[in-house]
């Protein structure tokens, strides 16, 4: 990928201009952690770039962004650019596009991003900030006071790098994230509830959680249940603590499993019945919240004899038969008390052994 990256550099080099890898890439790179996320950022002109290179139809060239296609490899270009004016603590309303690597670094928001790296593959640090990366640390790029309260994602983006690269906040900058935190509600759910995923997804969600309740921002994120989440490895599982189905965005599915959960969390987990009825993986999320043996789920899942109805080797004919019964609502009673003897083990999903449970219980 960095190949290609340099590739696409020199390519705009050749026609002119000056580019570089920027952002989150170069910072990974010294972290030795692995992406696939590569920005570039160069003095050509949105129009310039799309005579270079087949772009996506959609992208943000309001903002001096083009998505690049090359080689089968998605880039975002992303001219050089001043910010001059925000709108609602949140969207440049009004930028220009500027000659000078070194200003539109200092437009960015925490210093460990603005590292650059040229098409030689060396890193290029305008800022004189990589004693940041070094030291681990996220500050933002000048007065934390402004760069927060100009861009109130940045609060999440913090704590989303601060937890999944296990970095630490100064405390300058900790001090604005918990000032302005209130500045939250204006965020979408949608905007909220991405950066939340990628915070609840990292190995290191506790960290996430600790910094959230830390700054008091679970109020303004209208997440009361925070502080006594369980923090399982897996993200509904965690939303469904939250219970906030509500206010934040989610599919009809997620939502069902969510509520589906939150029931579960009463019931006996280690019951066959309701784990052939909810399925390994809901029952596995539950036993993780609950502190159960995700092993015990899994061997019960594994010995269960039918996985669904269909399984039966006895349908609703054979009892109307055996019966001399007409059909009606009794059949899907005594379909359901078969499932359930077979599943506790009572009967064996036998013709002649269900025949005989229904003969003796039923006729």
Known sequence: MQDIALEVI???ENHGYIAYIVGGYVRDYLLNIETMDVDICTNAK??????????????????????????????????????????????????KYIDNIKKDLLRRDFTINTLCMDKNGDILDF?????????????????????????????????????????????????????????????????????????????????GKKLILELKLDKFLDIPNLSKTVMVNDIIGIWSQLDVDSLYPFTKIEKQQMERIRFLLNEDIYDPYVIYCNGLYLCTVVAMI??????????????????????????????????????????????????????????????????????????
């Open 127 to 207: 800022l004189n900030v990589r004693d940041d990366i070094d030291k681990r640390i996220i500050r933002t790029v000048g007065n934390p006071r402004y760069r927060i309260k100009e861009d109130v994602l940045r609060i999440l983006r913090a704590i989303r790098f601060a937890t999944r690269l296990d970095l630490v906040i100064d405390d300058k900058t900790m001090h604005y994230l918990k000032k302005y935190g209130y500045l939250l509600k204006k965020l979408s759910y949608v905007r909220k509830k991405e950066e939340l995923n990628k915070i609840f997804s990292s190995s290191n969600r506790e960290k």
């Open 10 to 12: 020199k390519i705009l």
């Open 46 to 95: 949105p129009k310039d770039i799309m005579d270079i290179f087949e772009t996506v139809p959609v992208s943000s060239i309001q903002y001096g962004s083009v998505s690049v296609i090359y080689k089968k490899y998605k880039f975002d270009i992303t001219t050089f650019r001043k910010e001059i004016k925000y709108e609602d603590n949140r969207k440049p309303v009004k930028i």
């Open 290 to 363: 609950k502190g159960l043996n995700k092993t015990k789920i899994n061997e019960i899942y594994n010995n269960l004899v039918i996985n669904n109805k269909k399984d039966i080797v006895v349908k609703p004919n054979d009892i109307m038969r055996v019966l001399n019964k007409d059909a009606g609502s009794y059949l899907k009673n005594i379909m359901n008390d078969i499932e359930k003897m077979i599943v506790y083990g009572k009967i064996r999903n036998d013709h002649d052994d269900i025949m005989k449970f229904v003969i003796n219980n039923y006729k």
